[in-house]
């Protein structure tokens, strides 16, 4: 079965500029979680979803946004884009809540 | 919140010997608490997870032990490789779904 997957891999964007990222889940999957990680916060919750709903997100700015569609595929926006959101994104998905969560490989965002 | 602390945060280790790698949690309604391993370029691979009916999960060479009533659990890797060497991070959740990151620790296994 093919695992998580995240496109792109790697993103250069600007102050001010925002961006999309995109999450396939496993098949099968229906929960999608988005993480963040740095080197000085570690990795942090930011949202996730299940059958389309968003049912908790973590303490960012509301610039931060995603939405997942019917085939539980899942993206993540990032608006008025800072410095501090260089980051590499995770996506991790799970059959359900009470299940193990898998991660992909994550986007590493570069804002300039 | 949860709160999850991780030590050490490097660890250096002869191929062959034993690792271990301990986590605290500050939320007692934690239940979950998964082991990820992190090579370079790469996301989270969960290696091993426990849940809290259980005191302790091997699987080969890992093994995980939970201590609710101190909260705490820790990673015990034997007869370490070169290709253990990665960043470890463990994490505590109560509904599995949001989960909470120690800082991590840094294996270096020497050969």
């Known amino acids: 079965k093919a695992g998580v997957t995240q496109t792109p891999r790697y993103l250069i964007k600007t102050r001010g500029q925002q961006v999309t990222l995109s999450c396939s889940p496993i098949?099968?999957?229906?929960?999608v979680s988005w993480y963040q990680q740095t080197p000085g916060q570690g990795l942090q919750f930011l949202f996730e979803?299940?059958?389309?709903?968003?049912?908790n997100k973590g303490n960012f700015p509301g610039r931060f946004s995603g939405r997942q569609f019917s085939n539980s595929r899942s993206e993540m926006n990032v608006s008025t884009l800072e410095l501090g959101d260089s980051a590499l994104y995770l996506c991790?998905?799970?059959?359900?809540?009470?299940?193990?969560?898998?991660f992909g490989p994550g986007t590493r965002l570069l804002v300039l | 919140g949860e709160n999850v602390e991780q030590h050490p945060s490097t660890l250096s280790v002869q191929e062959g010997d034993s690792a271990v790698i301990k986590c605290t949690y500050s939320?007692?309604?934690?239940?979950?608490f998964p082991w990820y391993k992190q090579e370079l370029g790469k996301g989270p691979q969960l290696i091993i997870d426990?849940?809290?009916?259980?005191g302790e999960k091997k699987d080969q060479r890992i093994a995980v032990t939970l201590n609710k009533t101190a909260k705490h659990f820790s990673l015990h890797i034997t007869e370490t490789q070169p290709e253990d060497s990665a960043v470890y991070f463990c994490?505590?959740?109560?509904?599995?779904?949001?989960?909470?990151f120690g800082a991590g620790t840094t294996v270096t296994v020497r050969a």
């Open positions: 991790a998905s799970s059959l359900d809540r009470q299940e193990t969560q898998y």
């Open positions: 098949s099968g999957h229906r929960s």
């Open positions: 979803y299940f059958s389309e709903t968003q049912r």
């Open positions: 939320d007692s309604a934690s239940n979950y």
């Open positions: 426990i849940r809290s009916n259980v």
């Open positions: 994490a505590a959740s109560f509904d599995d779904y949001k989960l909470s």
